[in-house]
């Protein structure tokens, strides 16, 4: 098992799916939640959780889904991003850039 | 903007939960199969796989409540339970369900109702576009008075003004129609300046309507009529539009027809450019007939308008010393000045009324929902205890509350609608303008949205307060018997009980007088409205009948025509028919001079042709009736008259003298009484003193036709106008009525506030006796378990009955007293005129006490038979 400091840091998994559907195009749930863990290389992602994730982006319009039919054929449901998504995804990336290199400033002035 | 996204998305989630819930269930069996199948591939066993596959999810459940959570409101779809829950129990609970219902529809159907004619005659406004643009503009004299513009004032108004786009005269006057081959008729005529239904508006039915133009000097004369005329008159035809006709004798053309009941506050017939008004050049500044209306321009507030009338006004007051001294010119909002406002004293009164029925209706559904919560309390408690908070209950109950006001609202509008139709039923088509509306609009709905909501808070919110604060341990130990009224809660009842029955005994005692004053007809009336008599008016104007010998001569040859006519038995004139007016005279009887001339008194006087008494079916008590030979020396009197001023009763050869009202330079005209008629009134419900002089003696210009027909004729109308028209094309015959339509619109006022009083005191006995029902089924669920135990020892049916009935009738009583002390008070307070009975007399009372206890019995049944039929084995199990 993955130890616990490699859990999802708080607020950023909606970050991780719109980044994900931006990068890869139209997924289902599984896929995203592969992709996630693939990417970013054993975090402990309960996949469960991508659900609320979700839901909670199309709600605010950000991405949105349809029917279709996975590789072994089964009905899956595919989320792929809007134009809003799109808009958020570049807002929210500067953002957390910029954070990130100030957080880093701050770490290393500090040593 | 996502907010409201999000918000809309959790909204629509609550009726598509059942069909998400699936879609999500679907989604992760893919998705867990898609991990089993991972797993199989790298070489796990089937077993380990699955096994593998759900620890990777982390949680079928927990996924699935995380993402229900985040769906819906959680509030929306608690009140959807609620309301789900609140409608199933109501179901089951019919009789309380109906009967709250029923309590509450009255409540607030005759509240609405009293709103809907208070808004009528205060807050509706006139259907002009733009309305509070519109100013009605007036003059003011020395002492307050109003006035309306005179002709120079207006056009000097229009010249002046920079405020007003349009600025509008109209003024009223009966015009006679005729020139078009038809018997000539009199109208409502309205002479209005050219733009005036531009300014206004209004709807033109067919042709056009007046313009500008029309008013320019050697334009031709045109008219536009009603759509009553135009159906009336030509048909509906449109062979109407270029129809030649003569206005009071000048030859014009009608151009259009108009919708009368829209545009002007002003009901007419037939629309007249305003130079076609006669005389109107001659008029002086003095003659102030003009009624103006103007339009405020673009970007002008009503205040600069206002301000910009007033200056004009001390303007002319400086110019025209003579004719304006202390005259101001006054601009208020047109729908100010043609409604009345809604916080006088009458209107208050109605809205206080209405929030009283509101009230007590409220407050007798309060009553049925605390018997129904203390049987409830046990489930109230057993819902707490699993852990519903105290909110959560208030809630259930509050929403109880609000599908019981909605429905009851709801019929609460069809018992208003009812109820104004009714209403408009009883006042003659034009006794009303008709701007007077009494169809719902926004506001009344809003009303009764209110109304709705209040009892809510009434009847529920209080009862759901107090349940809620019911002890759950208490409550469930006692076995359910717990959480009833207490002491306190049932003297609140009985105070409450007597209030009601009160006030439904100080209107019934109303309309039991009102009934036992229902004494047969007078003698008198008896003769107006048996067999057919018919009335109508002529107006002798114009140059044809200037003077008096013209006018007797039109008279004689009427009369003698009329009364050729088949199937007349009899004819006669008068100044004003009964119940249309009469004109006030000083009189002075011979040897009993008036101390002071101001002092001197005063009567009614009505000017009748020959045999006026044989025609109107109403014999003389004394003496004999006018003839035209008596000229001024003889008059006849009524018996009001010699009650009043003749005490001894020696009436006959008494001397009279009679002189027109104050102000005359004419000298007194000394008569003889010849006769004594019985009071026939001429206003409605007036028994005042009249003297009859003869019309020979003064012709006057108006003058009402009677005749008396052997046999009902629906032709007489007709048959009359022929007669008239065969004399005079250019003489109008008209409001041609028989007698008893006469007195029916005459009396629609008093016939009004009569039929409100009965449907009132219908409606608070109804609450009343409710009440009683509420408060006495209630009792019996409460001792439900005494009952049981005193049926078990032995207690007979007849004794249960007692028990039941001693509380019930000891409330009743209560309310009898309080009722009776109402009945009292109110009649110290409001003076009951002349009425010979009293309110507060034992017949009445008794009367009354009988209605209500009788009824109140009746209501009284269904909880005693409750109580009777009992198992006494379940009773005492009961809980």
Same mark, same amino acid.
């Given at each position: 098992m993955a130890p616990a400091d490699s859990e999802v840091p708080y607020g950023t998994l909606d970050l991780m799916v719109l980044k994900t559907l931006a990068a890869m195009g139209p997924l289902h749930g599984y896929g995203v939640a592969r992709r996630i863990e693939q990417v970013t290389g054993g975090l402990a992602l309960n996949q469960g959780t991508i659900y609320p994730a979700l839901l909670r982006l199309e709600q605010k319009g950000w991405i949105k889904s349809e029917w279709g039919t996975s590789d072994n054929n089964r009905r899956a449901r595919f989320y792929s991003i809007t134009a809003a998504g799109r808009k958020q995804l570049a807002a929210e990336t500067a953002l957390w850039t910029r954070t990130v290199s100030m957080v880093k400033r701050l770490l290393e002035s500090e040593s | 903007m996502t907010r409201l996204r999000v918000l809309l998305s959790r909204l629509l989630e609550s009726p598509l939960r059942r069909w998400r819930d699936s879609r999500l269930d679907e989604e992760i069996q893919t998705h867990i199969e898609l991990l089993t199948d991972e797993f199989l591939s790298r070489g796990m066993s089937p077993a380990d796989a699955a096994r593998e596959a759900r620890r990777a999810f982390g949680g079928v459940d927990r996924t699935r409540l995380a993402v229900r959570d985040q769906r819906g409101l959680p509030l929306v779809d608690t009140i959807v339970q609620d309301l789900r829950f609140a409608i199933r129990l109501l179901h089951r609970d019919r009789t309380f369900a109906a009967t709250a219902v029923l309590v509450l529809a009255l409540g607030i159907g005759v509240n609405n109702m009293l709103f809907a004619i208070l808004n009528a005659h205060t807050l509706r406004g006139l259907p002009i576009h733009d309305a509070a643009r519109v100013a009605h503009i007036s003059t003011l004299d020395d002492r307050s008075r109003e006035h309306g513009l005179s002709y120079a004032e207006f056009r000097a108004l229009r010249e002046a003004?920079?405020?007003?786009?349009a600025l509008v005269a109209v003024t009223e006057q009966p015009v006679v129609l005729s020139g078009d081959g038809q018997a000539a008729d009199r109208l409502g005529g309205l002479f209005v300046s050219g733009d005036a239904f531009a300014a206004v508006g209004g709807r033109v039915v067919t042709g056009r309507a007046l313009n500008p133009s029309d008013e320019r000097p050697g334009a031709p004369a045109v008219a536009i009529i009603a759509t009553e005329t135009w159906m009336t008159r030509y048909g509906g035809r449109e062979s109407a539009l270029g129809q030649a006709i003569a206005v009071n004798g000048i030859p014009a053309t009608i151009v259009g027809v108009f919708?009368?009941?829209?545009?002007?506050?002003a009901t007419a017939g037939i629309w007249v450019p $305003?130079?076609? $008004? %006669? /005389?109107l050049a001659a008029q002086t500044g003095a003659d102030r007939t003009l009624r103006v209306f103007g339009r405020l321009a673009d970007g002008v507030s009503f205040e600069e308008g206002a301000a910009e009338v007033d200056v004009f006004g001390a303007r002319l007051a400086r110019a025209h010393a003579e004719t304006n001294r202390g005259v101001r010119v006054r601009a208020v909002p047109i729908n100010e000045r043609y409604f009345g406002r809604w916080n006088d004293t009458v209107w208050l009164a109605f809205m206080a009324a209405g929030t009283l029925v509101v009230l007590i209706s409220a407050a007798n559904v309060a009553n049925l929902m605390l018997g129904r919560t203390s049987r409830r309390a046990r489930e109230i408690a057993i819902r707490s205890s699993l852990g519903a908070g105290r909110l959560r209950v208030v809630r259930q109950l509050l929403i109880e509350g609000c599908v019981l006001a909605a429905i009851g609202g709801a019929a609460g509008l069809g018992l208003a609608a009812a109820g104004l139709r009714l209403f408009r039923s009883a006042?003659?088509? /034009? %006794? $009303?303008? #008709?701007?007077v509306n009494y169809a719902p609009d926004a506001r009344v709905i809003a009303a009764l949205v209110t109304a709705s909501l209040l009892t809510v808070l009434v009847f529920a919110l209080l009862p759901a307060v107090y349940a809620s604060r019911t002890s759950i341990s208490g409550v469930l130990k006692d076995g359910g018997r717990s959480g009833t009224a207490g002491g306190g809660a049932r003297r609140w009842t009985t105070a409450f009980l007597a209030a009601e029955f009160a006030l439904a005994i100080v209107l019934m005692a109303q309309v039991a007088v009102s009934l036992r004053q229902l004494d047969p007809p007078r003698a008198a009336e008896l003769g107006l409205t048996q067999g057919q008599l018919v009335t109508a008016s002529l107006t002798l104007a114009g140059?044809? #009948?200037?003077s008096p010998q013209q006018r007797l001569e039109l008279v004689r040859i009427l009369r003698e025509r009329v009364g050729a006519?088949?199937?007349?038995s009899t004819t006669s004139v008068a100044s004003a028919a009964p119940m249309l007016g009469r004109t006030e005279v000083r009189i002075e009887i011979a040897g009993r001079p008036a101390a002071d001339a101001k002092e001197q008194p005063t009567a009614g006087s009505v000017a009748i042709g020959p045999s006026y008494f044989e025609t109107l079916g109403v014999p003389l008590l004394r003496g004999r009736e006018l003839a035209d030979a008596d000229g001024s020396a003889a008059v006849v009197v009524n018996e009001a008259f010699v009650e009043k001023f003749l005490a001894d009763g020696h009436a006959i050869a008494q001397r009279l003298a009679v002189a027109p009202a104050a102000g005359s330079p004419q000298q007194p005209v000394w008569a003889t009484i010849v006769g004594v008629a019985p009071t026939i009134p001429q206003r409605p419900g007036a028994q005042e003193p009249i003297v009859y002089t003869t019309y020979e003696s003064a012709p006057a210009a108006t003058l009402a036709l009677l005749v008396r027909m052997r046999a009902a004729s629906d032709r007489v109308g007709a048959t009359l106008k022929d007669a008239v028209y065969a004399i005079d094309p250019d003489l109008p015959l008209y409001r041609v009525q028989s007698m008893n339509e006469l007195i029916w619109q005459a009396r629609w006022n008093g016939r009004i506030s009569r039929q409100m009083i009965y449907a009132l005191s219908l409606i608070a006995m109804a609450l009343a006796v409710i009440g009683l029902y509420a408060v006495t089924m209630h009792a019996v669920a409460q001792r439900t378990q005494e009952i049981g135990v005193r049926m078990a020892l032995g207690a007979r049916p007849r004794q249960i009955v007692a028990l039941v009935g001693r509380r019930a009738s000891g409330q009743l009583g209560f309310g009898l007293a309080a009722g009776a002390i109402c009945t009292r008070l109110w009649e110290g307070f409001i003076p009951s005129g002349d009425a010979t009975i009293r309110a507060t007399d034992p017949t009445t009372m008794a009367l009354v006490a009988a209605t209500l206890i009788v009824v109140s019995a009746a209501a009284c049944i269904a909880p005693v038979r409750r109580a009777v039929r009992l198992d006494p084995v379940q009773a005492i199990r009961h809980e």
């Open positions: - | 003004s920079a405020g007003f786009s919708d009368e009941r829209s545009g002007f506050p $305003l130079p076609h $008004l %006669a /005389n006042i003659p088509e /034009n %006794a $009303l303008p #008709y701007w140059d044809r #009948y200037r006519i088949a199937g007349v």
